[in-house]
């Protein structure tokens, strides 16, 4: 199938999954399970554009690199970092029309009519999932390509998380850090206070987005994709999180933010620590080296 035909499929397969001229979406994409749409991948950005039209807005995660208990001098943030979300969040920031937010580790990136209201204050004084909030205010729309199991999950999850306290169960969140330029060029250390749970747990929640008829599915080129209400799913997630605060915590036995940086979840501590000792070791090494 060649670039316009594929574009054309897209841009009706996003009509039929509920996306409509004047939406509020963020999106997270495995760009490559979807299908060459264009050589430089700007057309990605394009056809999401062509769907929302002039009031409508697109927005995506751009979060950036911080370091764990060592400080990194040679990586300070800028606003013109590589977002380490994947690829569309990178072609979305070469878009001309694209705004970033300054938070120091987990910036969004936005385009159209209502980007300035959803990334206005999102900066280091900022809670991290701020724009989501405003993404629900404003009725908005969330959607997963390509990453249903890779990358599950909704972000306002993580909202869901913080409004309900449970990032303090974290274990000296703080330990994670990155440096930033300030809007008067002063660079400054930046040390995390509201770090989410493993989001790996939160493909559980796509059972009850089924039962409670808010999760549409479709594929978009190859990728099987699912779109949700962002309200309508944080309401969902933050009621499952409240009944059960350890509904985020993950089976896999090497995750290090479920074994061993929960107060909640001590008694999984030793072993993991005891097991992966020397890998623990090997990468702080790496860490001191590369400083």
């Known amino acids: 199938m060649n670039f316009e035909k594929l574009y054309d499929k897209i841009k009706f397969q996003l009509n039929q999954i509920g996306l409509k001229n004047g939406d509020t979406l963020?999106?997270?994409?495995?760009?490559?399970?979807i299908g060459k749409l264009s050589r430089d991948g700007i057309d990605y950005v394009k056809v999401f554009l062509d769907i929302l039209g002039d009031t409508g807005t697109l927005i995506a995660l751009a979060f950036t690199n911080t370091t764990f208990i060592i400080k990194n001098k040679n990586y300070i943030f800028d606003g013109t970092n590589k977002a380490n979300t994947g690829s569309f969040a990178n072609i979305m920031l070469s878009h001309p029309k694209a705004i970033r937010s300054t938070h120091p580790s987990n910036s969004f990136v936005a385009i159209g009519q209502n980007a300035k209201f959803v990334l206005n204050g999102h900066d280091a004084k900022s809670g991290a999932y701020e724009p989501i909030r405003k993404i629900i205010q404003l009725k908005g729309k969330m959607l997963l390509i390509?990453?249903?199991?890779?990358?599950?999950?909704?972000?306002?999850?993580?909202?869901?998380?913080?409004?309900?306290?449970?990032?303090n169960r974290i274990i000296l969140p703080k330990l994670n850090n990155c440096y930033y330029k300030n809007d008067d060029g002063v660079i400054r250390l930046f040390r995390r206070s509201d770090i989410g749970g493993c989001s790996y747990t939160f493909q559980k929640f796509y059972a009850h987005y089924l039962l409670n008829n808010i999760l549409q599915q479709g594929y978009l080129g190859n990728a099987n994709s699912i779109l949700v209400d962002a309200e309508k799913a944080y309401v969902i997630e933050k009621e499952i999180l409240r009944e059960n605060p350890k509904y985020n915590i993950c089976d896999r036995p090497n995750c290090f933010l479920c074994r061993a940086r929960r107060w909640d979840n001590l008694k999984d501590m030793p072993f993991f620590l005891i097991k992966n000792l020397q890998k623990v070791i090997i990468k702080l090494k790496l860490m001191i080296l590369n400083e």
């Open 26 to 33: 963020l999106v997270r994409a495995d760009l490559f399970a």
């Open 146 to 167: 390509g990453c249903i199991a890779s990358s599950p999950g909704f972000t306002t999850a993580h909202l869901a998380e913080t409004d309900l306290g449970l990032h």
